[in-house]
């Protein structure tokens, strides 16, 4: 984990997920939260958007979502609320399915939401707040 601090924020970042592609940080943690950055489907080596449409690319941000979660100190089970950004709400039913089996029991309080666009063109999106204690 590389982290800057700012008085009682870390920022966070990893480099087994993708980097930000915009001014702002993968995670910052202020004391036993940590916020997370939207997370793309994008490949963390090469960059891009994985191929194999939303659910792939669900799958793969759920993955990086993981990474930033365990470089900032926390884990998928500590995940207390997220944000689902979908290019189309008909992707809702599939990505739920990929959603579930990454979350297991763990159920935390989410939001889902259609967008008009996503960051490079990517069909779905996810933040998350986590507890680190």
């Known amino acids: ?7 009682s924020l870390s ?3 990893t480099t087994e997920a993708p980097a930000a592609v915009g001014p702002y940080t993968q995670a910052i943690r202020v004391g036993d939260l940590l ?13 891009k958007l994985v191929d194999g449409g939303v659910e792939a690319q669900a799958e793969q941000a759920l993955k990086n979502m993981k990474a930033i979660l ?4 926390s884990e998928v089970g500590k995940v207390v609320k997220t ?5 189309d709400m008909n992707d809702f ?3 739920n399915k990929i959603y579930e089996s990454f979350f297991g ?22 933040e998350a707040i986590a507890s680190v204690a």
């Open 105 to 126: 029991n763990h159920k935390p309080a989410r939001s889902a939401v259609q967008v008009a666009k996503l960051p490079l063109g990517a069909l779905f999106e996810i």
């Open 70 to 73: 365990e470089a900032g100190g």
């Open 11 to 13: 920022l966070v970042s």
């Open 93 to 95: 039913v599939p990505v």
């Open 1 to 7: 984990m590389a982290a800057s601090t700012h008085s």
């Open 83 to 87: 944000t689902v950004f979908l290019a």
């Open 35 to 47: 916020f997370l950055s939207g997370s793309l489907g994008l490949n963390p080596a090469v960059g």
